[in-house]
Structures are given as structure tokens and as C-alpha cells.
């Protein structure tokens, strides 16, 4: 009996370095927002499978000592190919998107978005709110979300 060999249809397979991709970048910065708060407030990256086919991950504000109230700031949607990929910023009342074609975009786009007033608002709001003492909800084990709605004074964040 003979051996047969299988021939090989992929072709060199490329090889890859660690990469950054969406989905890191959004953990590295909810990761700073701990650091830089003092665990005082967490960042949360979180996957939904609404389609096998699509990535689709959202960036929330978490509140631990306010019985774990979270805000959602950006969802990020794309598919395998990751660029160019749909951003939107779920604090604004429209929810606006932007359609983002590379990495240096997306991160002069999320570092906008991150840094700008709204979200200073958003964080200091929180912080003030924790440090008030006011909430006590060692008791409970419920999760807040929600969604702030921007106001006439809402400044133009990219998009």
C-alpha cells in the first residue's frame, strides 16, 4: 500500500506580530480609567454576539460603590477585517456614528471622545456622587445602566 500526501492548498500562512486591534485598545484605556481613578470608577469592555459574522463590543463607565451603575460612552461594530469599522457614541441623544477607516483614527477619534467635556461631566458627576456618601448599596447586587442624553450645549465631538 501506498502513502498518499496531501497537498497543501492554503499557500505560506502569514505570519503575524501582536497586533493591536479595536477591541485591545478599548481595554488598555478602561484599564486607565481605573488606575487614574483610583478603582474610584472602572472602565467595562463588553462583547455582544448579536452576529456571528461581526464584532461588536461597547465601552462603559461602571460606578462599583454606586451598586455597580454603569454608562455606556461607545459601542464599536466591524467584521473580520476590522477597518474600516462603525463607531458610535452612546452618550448623545442621536447615538452618532462614524465610520472609521484605520487604527491612527480610531485612536485620534476614541482619545477625542474620552478626553472631551461631556465625559469629564459624566466622570465628575460619578465621582461626586461616590464621594457624597449618600448611596449605600452594600445590600444589593443590582446593575445600573444608562443613557445620558446631551443637552443644547453639547459640544461637537468628531462626529
Sequence with gaps: ???????????EIPKVDKARTPLSILKEQAAMLGQLSNRLLEGDVTLESNSPSKIDAFLSIVAPSLGGYSIYIIRIIHDIQI???TMIKLFEPDNRSREIHSEEEFIETLKA????????RIIASLLTQIKSGDFDFSSKKSEKKAYIKGGADDEDIPF
Design 83 to 85: 477597518y474600516p469599522l
Design 113 to 120: 471622545i474620552l478626553s472631551s467635556d461631556k465625559v469629564k
Design 1 to 11: 500500500m501506498t502513502e498518499t500526501t496531501t497537498e497543501n492548498f492554503w499557500g
